[in-house]
T-cell receptor
Framework: AQSVAQPEDQVNVAEGNPLTVKCTYS??????LFWYVQYPNRGLQFLLK??????LVKGSYGFEAEFNKSQTSFHLKKPSALVSDSALYFC?????????????FGAGTRLFVKA | EAGVAQSPRYKIIEKRQSVAFWCNPI?????LYWYQQILGQGPKLLIQ????????DSQLPKDRFSAERLKGVDSTLKIQPAKLEDSAVYLC?????????????FGPGTRLTVT
């Protein structure tokens, strides 16, 4: 069965510093991987996805994520954090190997960026 | 382009009452999802439609939850009778169908409180 883990409930970072939000996954085949962000009182918004190809994926708002197959990880990164990046971030995985359609979401990591 | 619309935004009911949520996906998106997001957890898929057919409803509590998507556009999710543990945010999402892997677009959600 596919699963996704976000080991940190909360990440704190100072504005201007680099940030990393961690995600690991488990699938039977090769994964499709996604990051979504949820701002207060708003729905989830898509940030980026990995399907195949280059392991470094660039997305919205200056975010990027690195796919590491050997470590089964897909960590979200940004070189310089902004206060406005403070939000709840969700990693999600879909197992392409089973031919299924279900996307599984992690529990989320709350990012606090301090000015 | 209009986003995914949901109503109502908030609903408070007593246990054993019934409630219905409505979703209108982005125009042209044939795939529609209903998720349940309990506080502190990631979204959990309840049901997924492709046009008006059900693709996955394995996690839908069918003894009390039902969903339909007549005409392959709008969808309604119903709970009858509601339990205290149904208190959550119910998210509707849609995506473009096809051979590729498409991200999901989420509505603002309906926050349900069961007392």
């Amino acid at each position: 069965a596919q699963s996704v883990a976000q080991p940190e409930d909360q990440v704190n970072v100072a504005e201007g510093n680099p940030l990393t939000v961690k995600c690991t996954y488990s699938v039977s085949g090769n994964p499709y991987l996604f990051w979504y962000v949820q701002y207060p009182n708003r729905g989830l918004q898509f940030l980026l996805k990995y399907i195949t190809g280059d392991n470094l994926v660039k997305g919205s708002y200056g975010f990027e994520a690195e796919f590491n197959k050997s470590q089964t990880s897909f960590h979200l990164k940004k070189p310089s954090a902004l206060v406005s990046d403070s939000a709840l971030y969700f990693c999600a995985v879909r197992d392409r190997g089973t031919g299924g359609f279900k996307t599984i979401f992690g529990a989320g990591t709350r990012l606090f960026v301090k000015a | 382009e209009a986003g995914v619309a949901q109503s109502p935004r908030y609903k408070i009911i007593e246990k054993r009452q019934s409630v219905a949520f409505w979703c209108n996906p982005i125009s042209g998106h044939a795939t529609l999802y209903w998720y349940q997001q309990i506080l502190g957890q990631g979204p959990k898929l309840l049901i997924q439609f492709q046009n008006n057919g059900v693709v996955d409803d394995s996690q839908l509590p069918k003894d009390r939850f039902s969903a339909e998507r007549l005409k392959g556009v709008d969808s309604t999710l119903k709970i009858q009778p509601a339990k205290l543990e149904d208190s959550a945010v119910y998210l509707c999402a849609s995506s473009f169908p096809g051979q590729g892997v498409y991200e999901q677009y989420f509505g603002p959600g309906t926050r349900l409180t069961v007392t």
